[in-house]
């Protein structure tokens, strides 16, 4: 349902202005075609990251566009070099999902390492038989070397999160070493060290260029047998052939994965047919509170946007 042109009265202090609205009226994606006949003429475009926001966008948009508002903190869905040539400007959702982030990444991690899926579904299914010594064992945080990728607001929210649970080593990986690291006594080593090193393996880095297919057969070749392997930041991020090679052969202990290509993962893919990997269907930010405060920003930075005002949070172009 596609239902254009529904007039809204936005109150924009001082001054009171309408403007025509469109609206997606669907949890569903917008199918592409509705989009790009949709937006033709439009000054500004609320979007969600699963709208791909490239030049044929842009084009059918055409030049009354000014600016672009996401509802969420990843931009990777927005092609920035057409966005700026054109001299749009784009609103983001950072910090008010951080600690809903952090959260859900550390829920995955323990569900992970502790292998609570398989041990819900053996209660279920009848496999409970008794209190066995070894039954359902697997590897604990404490003592642990902890290795993140890309610390920044998620990732180090993410490591305050676990170092009370007695993590001896936080390791760090990212293009420059952060002086907020300090907080969590992170030490900032190359990928390959935190690869080796790490008994978790934290992704929390943002999708570019450099961070695409980072995760990839060498990649975990180079991890140790018993380490547990957790994505949170964006599914492209891991080339997931070789992250079920990695995991069907014991060459990783297991993985947790909030992200995957594609989203939904279709439920005939191989990795769904492991024990050891656990796939989330991205839920970071999924708390209400979160998703509400999101939304606001989202709106408030559309209209600092259409009205040319300073927006609350603006992606530096
Ligand atoms: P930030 O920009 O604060 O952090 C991104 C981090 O990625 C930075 O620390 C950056 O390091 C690092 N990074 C960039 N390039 C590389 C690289 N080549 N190697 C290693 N690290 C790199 O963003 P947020 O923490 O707010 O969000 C991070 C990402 O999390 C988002 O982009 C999004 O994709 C994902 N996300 C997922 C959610 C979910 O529901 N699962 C919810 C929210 C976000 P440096 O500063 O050194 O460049
Ligand atoms: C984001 O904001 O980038 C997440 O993936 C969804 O909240």
Not at 78 to 94: M, N, Q, S, W
Not at 102 to 120: D, K, M, N, Q, S
Not at 243 to 263: H, K, M, N, R
Request: with cysteine.
């Amino acid at each position: 349902r596609y239902s254009l042109a529904s007039l809204l009265h936005l109150k924009v202090s001082p001054v009171t202005f309408s403007c025509n609205l469109s609206v997606w009226d669907s949890d569903e994606p917008v199918p592409r075609a509705e989009l790009l006949k949709g937006v033709a003429g439009a000054h500004g475009l609320l979007c969600l990251l699963s709208d791909k926001i490239d030049a044929e966008v842009l084009d059918a948009a055409g030049p009354n566009l000014k600016v672009i508002s996401t509802l969420s903190v990843g931009f990777d869905h927005l092609a920035i070099d057409e966005i700026k040539k054109r001299g749009i400007r784009v609103g983001y959702t950072p910090d008010v999902l951080t600690d809903a982030t952090a959260e859900l990444t550390v829920a995955l991690l323990l569900t992970t390492c502790r292998r609570l899926p398989e041990g819900v579904e053996e209660v279920k299914n009848g496999g409970w038989s008794t209190w066995k010594p070894l039954w359902l064992c697997s590897y604990g945080l404490s003592g642990s070397t902890v290795g993140v990728i890309g610390l920044g607001r998620i990732g180090l929210a993410i490591a305050r999160r676990l170092k009370p649970f007695g993590v001896k080593r936080l390791l760090y990986t990212g293009r420059q070493p952060k002086p907020q690291a300090q907080e969590v006594d992170g030490e900032y080593v190359p990928l390959d060290t935190l690869v080796r090193e790490s008994d978790f393996v934290v992704v929390s880095c943002s999708l570019t260029p450099d961070t695409q297919g980072l995760c990839d057969k060498t990649f975990f070749s180079k991890m140790k047998k018993t380490s547990v392997f957790i994505n949170t930041s964006r599914g492209a991020v891991v080339n997931q052939e070789d992250l079920f090679g990695a995991l069907s052969s014991g060459q990783i202990a297991a993985a947790g994965l909030d992200v995957t290509t594609p989203e939904p993962l279709p439920t005939d893919h191989p990795l769904l047919s492991l024990k050891n990997c656990v796939v989330l269907p991205h839920i970071g930010s999924a708390t209400y509170s979160t998703r509400g405060v999101m939304s606001e920003l989202t709106a408030n930075n559309l209209l600092a946007g259409l009205t040319g005002s300073e927006m609350p949070s603006e992606l530096k172009l």
